[in-house]
């Protein structure tokens, strides 16, 4: 297969899902706690079988809605693997391949690179730059990236230079949350999840201005209310445990696709988290007016 065969494209986090890179969960447990949530579970820790089972369960609801997934092969020495969002990120027609941060993590890139080049997709290998998928979030000419523990201002700067037709933004956080994905999320061109008081005043202001906010509870922002997963048509695929966020978008005209993962959130992920998009196709002028106006 070529890279003519294999279309890449993503200019936002709500358009239609076509293709999307996954890992399962084989190996997973917490051996060395990075996030907050995962100090909670340490002693308790994950047990992959069920994490297995969960993430099947997830791989089939995305394939039953046309989407197609790409299944990096598992590796033991990669407990996070399963979170695929970090290791890359698709902006526009290219690929971007992050060094991962910290020391648990580095490496798990290694498998996407090999799949990459077998496909022979073109890519850029930010090899030397700290920044993760997590923190990187795209809406049309606009690229957010969260400042973070695993992301850092040097990163920013460069992505801003390969992408210089688009408005790069940096988005300060607090250092409690592992990325800005854990604590904003964009739904549509005018809506976006959000766990207030997370991030920098200033570009809250500027992110508020552009989209209507639904709030997420500390309950929820601590299930991973936040990182659910757009796929498009405004369906939206959640936590069944997250029923106030659930609601929300319910009554804001999303389609909510409840699916459990309680056992892979455990590590401080959800569906965000375990998904790589390369291929989201966006829909028709008419059907985004119907959809979003």
């Excluded at 994905?181 to 959000?194: G, H, K, Q, R, Y």
């Excluded at 008081?197 to 992110?207: A, N, Q, T, W």
Aim: hydrophobic content about 35%; charged content about 30%.
């Amino acid at each position: 297969m070529t890279a003519e065969h294999i279309k890449i494209s993503c200019d936002t986090e709500y358009d239609t899902l076509k293709k999307v890179v996954l890992a399962p969960p084989t190996f997973m447990s917490i051996k060395e706690p990075i996030n907050t949530i995962q100090k909670r579970y340490f002693k308790e820790n994950i047990n992959p079988k069920i994490a297995e089972k969960q993430h099947d369960i997830f791989v089939e609801t995305l394939k039953k809605n046309d989407i197609e997934v790409i299944l990096l092969p598992p590796d033991e020495i990669y407990p996070e693997q399963v979170f695929t969002r970090d290791i890359g990120f698709t902006l526009g027609k290219h690929v971007f391949v992050s060094e991962m941060a910290h020391d648990v993590r580095k490496g798990e890139e290694n498998s996407f690179l090999k799949w990459l080049n077998e496909v022979q997709i073109t890519y850029t290998n930010l090899k030397g730059d700290k920044i993760e998928g997590g923190d990187v979030l795209i809406d049309r000419n606009t690229i957010y990236v969260g400042l973070s523990n695993r992301t850092n201002k040097h990163a920013i700067k460069d992505l801003q230079e390969l992408m210089p037709t688009y408005e790069v933004i940096d988005i300060p956080f607090t250092d409690t949350f592992l990325h800005l994905d854990c604590v904003f999320n964009i739904l549509s061109p005018t809506e976006a999840l959000i766990y207030q008081g997370e991030i920098d005043k200033k570009k809250g202001k500027y992110l508020a201005e552009r989209y209507s906010f639904i709030e997420v509870s500390k309950e929820e922002q601590a299930t991973m209310g936040t990182n659910v997963l757009s796929i498009g048509d405004k369906k939206i695929i959640s936590l069944p445990i997250n029923k106030g966020v659930n609601k929300a978008l319910e009554k804001r005209g999303y389609t909510v696709i409840e699916v459990d993962i309680s056992e892979i959130i455990k590590s401080g992920g959800a569906f965000r988290c375990c998904t790589l998009p390369i291929l989201r196709e966006k829909p028709s002028k008419g059907l985004i007016d119907k959809l979003f106006h």
